[in-house]
C-alpha cells in the first residue's frame, strides 16, 4: 500500500514573512489531515535555514528545489547535497521541467543530481513529462521513458526504493491546463509498467506523482486514479487553505 504524498513547489515566490506565514498556517491547518498522508513543501534555498528553525513540528517535510551534483568546490552561486541534508531535509526535486527548459539541464546532469542526492540520504524527486509538441507528435511514453532510463542506468533500479517520481506535462505546468484523470493515468501506469521490468517490488512501492496545474477542483479525480499516488504542486501551494484542500483529496 503506497501512501500518500503531497508536495508543494513555492519556486521562486514569497518574501521571509510571507513564506513563514504560509508554513504556518499550513501547519496549523494539517492537523485536519489523517496521518495516511504526508505532505511536505520546497521553498527557496534562501528560506530554507529560516523555516527549519521556525517549523513547529516535522508534519510539514521540507526539501529543496534545485541541488549541485558535486559535494562541494569552486561553483560559485550553488549549493550542495550535503549542505541542505545538514538542515534534515527530506526530498530534493530534480528534473523540474524549468530546470530542463529554462537553465538546460540534459538528462546526465539530472541523473548526476539524483545520485548526489541519495548519497546525501534524501529522497530525490524526479520530474519527467513532455512538451505539447512532443504530445502531439505521439511521443510521449518514449520521452517520459528516455527521461526515467537515463537515471535507471546512472543510479540503478535499486535506487528508485528510495526515491519519488514525478509525472509533470510541461504544457500542464502553470498553465491552468491540466492532463486529464485518464491521461495522467496512462503515462503512470506506463512509467510504473516500465519499471517492473527491473523491479516488480519496486514498481509497486515507488510513489509516481502528478504535477501540472493540480487544484482543489481536480485533485479527487486525480489522486482517485490507481497509479496516481499523489501530487507535485506549484501554484497552488501558495495557499495554505487551497493546499490543504488538495492534502484533503489525497486522505
Ligand atoms: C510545478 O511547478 O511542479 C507545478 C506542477 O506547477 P503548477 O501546479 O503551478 O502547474
Sequence with gaps: MRRK??????????????????????????????????????????HIADLVAARSSDRIMLGAQNVHAEPEGAFTGEVSAPMLADYGLHFVIVGHSERREIFGESDQLISEKFIAVQKSKMV??????????????????????????VVID?????????????YEPVWAIGTGKT?????????????????????????????????GSVKSAN???????????GGLVG???????EFISICKSAD
Design 5 to 46: 504524498l503531497i508536495v508543494g513547489n513555492w519556486k521562486m515566490h514569497g518574501s521571509q514573512q510571507q513564506v513563514r506565514q504560509l508554513l504556518q498556517d499550513m501547519e496549523s491547518k494539517a492537523g485536519e489531515l489523517s496521518e495516511d498522508v504526508e505532505i511536505g513543501v520546497c521553498p527557496t534555498y534562501v
Design 124 to 149: 530525490p524527486i524526479l520530474c519527467v513529462g513532455e512538451t505539447l509538441l512532443q504530445r502531439e507528435a505521439g511521443e510521449t511514453e518514449e520521452v517520459v521513458l528516455r527521461q526515467l532510463d
Design 154 to 166: 546512472a543510479a540503478g533500479i535499486e535506487a528508485f526504493a528510495d526515491s519519488v517520481l514525478a
Design 179 to 211: 492532463a486529464s484523470p485518464e491521461q495522467a493515468q496512462q503515462v503512470h501506469k506506463v512509467l510504473r509498467e516500465h519499471l517492473a521490468k527491473q523491479s516488480p517490488d519496486i514498481a509497486g512501492a515507488v510513489r509516481i506523482l502528478y504535477g
Design 219 to 229: 485533485s479527487d479525480e486525480l489522486f482517485a486514479q490507481a497509479d496516481i499516488d
Design 235 to 241: 501554484g497552488a501551494s501558495l495557499q495554505a487553505e
